[in-house]
């Protein structure tokens, strides 16, 4: 069973970076596709980054686009979510899930989840 970890949340300015970590354990993340989603206050969880098992692919959301960059260490087992220029609205819990993939794409759904962190940003 694979355990993810999320880290780097905390408070930020609007205009600054923040990098945030999802760190797995109990299995590698090699043939694994990994996903960053979050989830405001009142609103539903939305998509933000997808990247292929081998990060020859990566998505983004409309909204973080140019702004947000998903990587991954697979040395590290661990794959990035580096925010830079955050906006009042990207306020939310962020969450990494995983899911094994044969195909090296971004899957349209996800099967392990991390427990998330909290991403503020302040003007």
């Known amino acids: 069973q694979m355990q993810l970890v999320e880290s780097g949340g905390g408070s930020v300015q609007t205009g600054d970076s923040l990098r945030l970590s999802c760190g797995a354990s109990?299995?590698?993340?090699?043939?694994?596709?990994v996903g960053w989603f979050r989830q405001a206050p009142g609103q539903e969880r939305e998509f933000v980054a997808g990247i292929s098992w081998s990060g020859g692919s990566t998505t983004y959301a409309d909204s973080v686009k140019g702004r947000f960059t998903i990587s991954r260490d697979d040395a590290k087992n661990t794959v990035y979510l580096q925010m830079n220029s955050p906006k009042l609205e990207d306020t939310a819990v962020f969450y990494c899930a995983a899911r094994y993939t044969i195909r090296d794409v971004c899957p349209s759904w996800y099967d392990n989840w991390g427990q998330g962190t909290q991403v503020t940003v302040s003007s």
């Open positions: 109990g299995r590698t993340l090699s043939h694994y596709a």
